[in-house]
């Protein structure tokens, strides 16, 4: 499976962005998805999962009511909605996809900068 994140960017205080991450390969595979993020010197967190119908999402308590996490299987992609964005939302944005055998595999990142 690849994936591959789009949608980064550089944007002020209380503005939007929304993230995609299309899968390609072994998509049939990909049971939950998640996007996590990583700033400068901290560790890799997860902010937002799905599970495979898309049913089901859940949240970091950092993001919940502003960012929105979303899938169309149909399309082989996943995105990620951000809303009222805060500079210390900036950081490197990943996608990951558990495949249903319980491996990971994880998108090269894209960089989201939210300026004060």
């Known amino acids: 499976v690849q994936l591959v994140e789009s949608g980064g960017g550089l944007v002020q205080a209380g503005g939007s962005l929304r993230l995609s991450c299309a899968a390609s390969?072994?998509?049939?595979?990909?049971?939950?998805m998640g996007w996590y993020r990583q700033a400068p010197g901290k560790e890799r967190e997860l902010i937002a999962g799905?599970?495979?119908?898309?049913?089901?999402?859940n949240y970091a308590d950092s993001v919940k009511g502003r960012f929105t996490i979303s899938r169309d299987n149909a399309k082989n992609t996943m995105y990620l909605q951000m809303s009222s964005l805060k500079p210390e939302d900036t950081a490197v944005y990943y996608c990951?996809?558990?495949?249903?055998?319980?491996?990971?595999?994880w998108g090269q990142g894209t960089q989201v900068t939210v300026s004060s």
């Open positions: 990951m996809a558990l495949m249903v055998m319980g491996s990971r595999y």
């Open positions: 390969g072994s998509t049939f595979s990909i049971n939950a």
């Open positions: 799905i599970t495979s119908d898309g049913g089901s999402t």
